[in-house]
């Protein structure tokens, strides 16, 4: 062996501590700027490809200019979800307290897989899930683990079911028993469930056709009349009801299911009741909504992403199983390596039993230090600010007349239509030509407004008409932010609109 001097290439104390400083000044100078900076850079792919063009260094490089590029090669061709006028799919804004939870919880670099390489993380997180729990009113020694995001809580819950619920052995025997000729089937209403359920029945390898979709009513909550029909439908065809998926707080407009009845139904029938709660269950703290989740306490679990609407900086998703026992069941497995050691009083619970993964980080930290940062009463006020400016909207959008509301406004979602009167009256188009010339210019209107930076808002679709939809995620969107986002999308919309338009048919 050579004899090269050891070097564990670490920094030196003082040189780490003045990096540190420097990466502080530059993050607080962001935030400082977060109101004020173009919410999407709009720029192609190929200049991002060109920015990042380098090859693997051979030779390392002096960290103060790798934080530098933070400004020059990072933040340029960012897009900026703190932004308050940031609206885009359902993106929290990330706490402030958040970000240094993060850099913390990498110092310390704890695996929260198991107790043994994760004690006070391992706590943090039990401790954190029973005050979730507690928030929507679950049983505080319930199960339940944070995930990357709300799809995997989504799989945790249904995986958990479908090991509880199978009749046979599905642990040991896989989905493929020759004895059970039915097919597993996962319910959720037809306009508001959310795809990440059909990601799910897809992961566990049930067919994306195992999602039967149930007819809503006019609110766009489920309507339980149809889903008794539709699993006495499965019956009779010899397949196996698993899971009802309730939406609380749904993609589009933000509508809770009817969580009582599906509770119910579940009940009588012995079919597992999963509430996908994941940008909407939190809204239970706002005391005007409260009555419409009653129920949620019902189901045998619930998916709930702290990095929507607690605001918390990616990733974190969270799920909760009534019954802790059945989430162990579920998932636990042995190996030699995986404990090495006598069950003694010097261990505690393994996360990897109870959910996918096995190395999980310490995500707990940034959430428990949000809610203790803000307490309940902080997050009430959030919450209800961002209700309060999807509310503002409905008012805006029902006042103007070349607005359509298109649902009563709930929760933190909102979808409209731009639907000018010039396009009516002056063009004479028939009802089609004018639902597709609307599809277009809804769709015109919100690529426009992205690239112009003030806000970032997308698209979606309500009853097949393509809409200009909000989630209003950010605590720090204020009214203003909505007027003058809702008065850019109409200017963007008149000089759309004012276009020769037939031209484009
Ligand atoms: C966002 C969302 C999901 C998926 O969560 P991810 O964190 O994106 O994985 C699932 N269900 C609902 C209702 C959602 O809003």
Partial sequence: MENEA??????????FRKLGYRVIDMITEYYTSIQEIPVFPPVTTSEVEEVFKEDFPEAGQDPFNIVKEWKTKILPYATHLGSPRYFGFVNGSGTMIGTLAEAMAAAVNMNSGGWKAAPSATEIERRTIAWIAELVGFPLDCGGLFTSGGTM??????????RNIAPYDITNKGLQDKQIPGKFRVYMSDHEGHISITRVVDLLNMGRESVHLVK?????????ADLLKCIDQDISNGDYPLCVVGQVGSINVGVIDPLEEIAAICKERNIWFHADGACGAVGMLIPEKREQYQGLELADSITLDPHKWLYIPYDCGCVLVRDAEKMRRAFSLQAPYLRGTLPTEYSGLYYLDYG???SRSFRALKVWMSIKHYGREGYRKLLSQNVNCVEYLDTLVRKDEDFQALHKPNLLMYCMQYAPLILKEKYKLNPEQLDSRLDLLNQQIVDKIQISGTAF???SKI?????????????????EDILLVFLKLKEIGE???SRNIMEEY
Wanted: aromatic share 6%; glycine share 4%.
């Fill in 153 to 162: 809580a989504n799989f945790t819950a249904l995986e958990t079911a479908l």
């Fill in 495 to 497: 000089g759309l609109s």
């Fill in 463 to 479: 009853r097949g008409r393509i809409v200009i939809r909000l989630s209003v995620c950010s605590h720090r969107t204020t009214k």
């Fill in 457 to 459: 808002i997308m698209s």
């Fill in 356 to 358: 996918p993964e096995m």
């Fill in 216 to 224: 809503s009513r006019d609110d766009f909550s489920m309507d339980t």
């Fill in 6 to 15: 050891f070097d564990n290439l670490d920094m030196k104390p003082e040189d």
